[in-house]
C-alpha cells in the first residue's frame, strides 16, 4: 500500500471515530433530556396552559356580566326542565356504576357484589371529579374500598385501565358521530375548518371499527407478568362502548335540558360541546373542570346570552357535582364511622377473650372485688 492509500485509510478511520463519538455524545443528551422532560412534565405544562387560557376566556366573556341577569335566567328555567335534567344525572351515576363492575368481572374478580361496585364507583367518581386528578383521587378511594373485598394495589390498576378504557371507547364514539354529523360545532372550540373535525370524526370511527375488528379475531392480552389484563372481545367491546354512550350521552342530555327555554336549542351541537369541554377539563386536571369546562361551553355555544349559559352552568354544577359529592362524603364518612367502631368492637373482643377466667367471670360491680384480688 501506498504512503497515500495509508493515509486515506488512517483518515477514514479517524472519521469514523469522530461521527462514532459525536452520535455516542448525542445519545447521551438525549438520554439526559428524556430524564429531565418527561411525559409528566409534559402533562403538567398542558394543564397549566389549558387553565391560564381558559382564566383568560372567563375574564374576556365574563367581566361584563350582569348577575342580575344570571339570578333572573336561573328564576326562568323551567322546574320540570331541572326535574328532567336531575333525573338524567342520577342516570348517568346509574351508568357510571358499569364501569366498576364491568372492570370487575372483565379482570374475572366475581365475588365482589354489584352494591360493593355500586358505592366505589359512585363515591370515587363523584369525589374524583370535584378534588381532580381523577386517575389518582378516583383510584385511591376505590381501594379503599375494594381492599375489604381482597383487591390488591394492582387488581385497581387493572381496573382503573379498563375503565379508563370504555370512558375513551365512549368519548370517541359520541364524539366521531356528533361530529360527523356536525363539524361546526366543533370549529367553535377547536378552531379547525369544519372539513377538518368531519374528517377527524370519519378516523375516530374508522380507529373504533379497527379495535372491534383487532379483538374480535383473537385473545388480546396488553400487559406483563402481574400486569396483564384479557381485553375484551368484540361483543363485550360492543357493551363497554353502550356504557360510555349513555353516560355522556345522559350528562349531554341533562345539559341540554337546562339551556334556556324557547331558544331554539341545538341537542347534537350542545352535545358535542359538552364532550369537547369534558375533555378539555378531563386533561386540565382542575378540580371539577373548574374554569376549563365553563369557558369552553361559553366558547362553544355564543348564540346564547352569557347570562343564560352561566345560570344554566351554575344548575349543571349543582347537580352533576355538588349534590353527588356531599353524598360522597356522607356515605364515605360513615363508612369509616362503622369500619373504626367494628374495629375497635373486634379489639375488645379480642382483649376480653385474652384476659384470664377470673376476671371475665367478674361484672360491673364486682370490679373492686377483683382489683383487689
Known amino acids: 500500500m501506498t504512503i ?24 447521551e443528551m438525549l438520554r439526559a433530556v428524556s430524564r429531565r422532560v418527561n411525559l409528566h412534565h409534559i402533562g403538567i405544562a398542558l394543564s397549566i396552559i389549558i387553565i391560564a387560557i381558559a382564566c383568560l376566556t372567563l375574564f374576556r366573556i365574563l367581566h361584563r356580566v350582569d348577575l342580575e341577569k344570571v339570578a333572573g335566567a336561573l328564576r326562568g328555567t323551567p322546574p320540570e326542565n331541572i326535574a328532567i335534567a336531575a333525573a338524567c344525572v342520577a342516570a348517568a351515576y346509574v351508568t357510571l356504576t358499569c364501569y366498576d363492575l364491568f372492570a370487575l368481572r372483565t379482570i374475572g374478580l ?3 357484589p354489584y352494591r360493593v ?13 370535584n378534588i381532580g386528578a381523577t386517575v389518582f383521587t378516583s383510584n385511591a378511594i376505590r381501594f379503599r374500598i375494594y381492599s375489604a373485598w381482597g383487591l390488591s394495589v394492582i387488581d385497581v ?3 382503573a385501565f379498563i375503565t379508563g378504557l370504555t370512558f375513551w371507547l365512549g368519548n370517541l364514539v359520541v364524539l366521531g358521530l356528533g361530529m360527523l354529523y356536525e363539524p361546526q360545532a366543533a370549529t367553535l372550540i377547536d378552531q379547525l375548518p369544519p372539513w377538518l373535525n368531519r374528517l377527524a370524526a370519519m378516523a375516530m370511527l374508522v380507529i373504533i371499527a379497527g379495535y372491534l375488528i383487532w379483538v374480535g379475531t383473537r385473545r388480546r392480552v396488553v400487559g406483563r407478568h402481574n400486569w396483564q389484563v ?40 350542545i352535545v358535542v360541546t359538552f ?8 386533561a386540565s386536571h382542575s378540580p371539577g373542570g373548574l374554569g376549563v369546562f365553563d369557558a369552553s361551553i361559553l366558547v362553544g355555544l355564543p348564540q346564547f346570552p352569557p347570562e343564560q349559559l ?17 353524598l360522597a362524603l356522607s356515605i364515605v364518612g360513615v363508612r369509616e364511622v362503622l369500619l373504626n367502631g367494628a374495629k ?6 379480642q382483649q376480653h377473650a385474652a384476659a384470664p377466667p377470673a376476671s371475665r367471670q367478674c361484672d360491673e360491680s364486682e370490679k373492686k372485688k377483683c382489683r383487689a384480688q
Open 4 to 27: 497515500s492509500g495509508e493515509k486515506a485509510v488512517q483518515q477514514t478511520r479517524a472519521g469514523e471515530g469522530n461521527h462514532g463519538e459525536r452520535m455516542r455524545k448525542l445519545k
Open 110 to 112: 366475581r365475588h365482589v
Open 117 to 129: 361496585a355500586a358505592m366505589a364507583a359512585f363515591c370515587s367518581y363523584s369525589i374524583g371529579h
Open 157 to 159: 390498576a387493572k381496573m
Open 230 to 269: 384479557a381485553l375484551p372481545g368484540a361483543r363485550l367491546t360492543l357493551v363497554q362502548i353502550g356504557i360510555g354512550f349513555l353516560d355522556l350521552g345522559l350528562s349531554g342530555t341533562a345539559m341540554y335540558m337546562l339551556m334556556p327555554p324557547n331558544a331554539g336549542a341545538d341537542f347534537v351541537g
Open 275 to 282: 364532550v369537547l369541554s369534558t375533555l378539555l377539563a378531563f
Open 310 to 326: 352561566l345560570a344554566a352552568l351554575l344548575l349543571f354544577r349543582l347537580l352533576y357535582y355538588i349534590i353527588p359529592f356531599g
Open 344 to 349: 375497635r368492637a373486634s379489639a375488645t373482643a
